[in-house]
């Protein structure tokens, strides 16, 4: 069966420091990959999708980056955090036209 | 563009009412529709999708191309029915971008 690992479930960084989380999938190949942040009121926010290594589709500019260096790994980045990237973020993988699986979530404040 | 539109942020009836929650979504081709739930400290998870046209857990949504709806409605409301629920709009084709909209907070009262 698939599963999603997403971490660290939980994080604090201190404004100006690099980012990395971690999203894998296990069970399937050529996954298509997401990631979003998940704020009140706000819903789920698309940041980024992936169809394949190194196929990276940005929908919201801002100071992250997304990175898909093997088939069933997404990493999102940034090279110096702001305060305003504190949130709730979440990795999802979904074959075409199917249902979306999510990870646990990351809960990042940056201090 | 793609979007999905929820109007409603939270939304409160009582046990054994009806419920609909609203979901508009804006696309030029024949997307797939879906329904999400995130009940309290779990992960968001499928609740239903238009293509499969199935009653989950009594909810049920129709897809109307006329007026680019899909709403989500359940006859008789359960307190276990409480939750984030998120419309979700994915392009067909080659179109591999899954929209989200904002989210109705559902609350039964006893």
């Known amino acids: 069966s698939q599963t999603i690992h997403q971490w660290p479930a939980t994080l604090v960084q201190p404004v100006g420091s690099p980012l990395s989380l971690e999203c894998t999938v296990e069970?399937?190949?050529?996954?298509?990959l997401y990631w979003y942040r998940q704020a009140a009121g706000r819903g789920l926010q698309l940041l980024f999708y992936?169809?394949?290594?190194?196929?990276i589709s940005s929908e919201v500019p801002q100071n992250l980056s997304a990175s898909r260096p093997q088939d069933r790994q997404f990493i999102l980045s940034s090279k110096k955090l702001l305060l305003s990237d504190s949130g709730f973020y979440l990795c999802?993988?979904?074959?075409?036209?199917?249902?979306?699986?999510f990870g646990q979530g990351t809960r990042l404040t940056v201090v | 563009a793609q979007r999905v539109t929820q109007p409603e942020k939270l939304l409160s009836v009582f046990k054994g009412a009806p419920v609909e929650l609203k979901c508009n979504y804006s696309?030029?081709?024949?997307?797939?529709l879906f329904w999400y739930v995130q009940y309290s400290r779990q992960r968001l998870q499928l609740l239903l999708r238009h293509i499969s046209r199935e009653s989950i857990k009594g909810f049920t949504a129709d897809l109307n191309k006329g007026e680019t709806s899909f709403h989500l409605k359940k006859p008789f409301a359960q307190e276990e029915d409480s939750a984030m629920y998120y419309c979700?709009?994915?392009?067909?084709?080659?179109?591999?971008?899954?929209?989200f909209g904002k989210g109705t907070l559902l609350t039964v009262n006893p």
């Open positions: 069970g399937t190949s050529n996954p298509n």
């Open positions: 992936s169809v394949g290594i190194g196929q």
């Open positions: 999802a993988w979904s074959p075409i036209g199917a249902e979306a699986f």
């Open positions: 979700a709009l994915q392009g067909g084709g080659s179109n591999y971008k899954l929209t």
């Open positions: 696309y030029s081709g024949s997307p797939e």
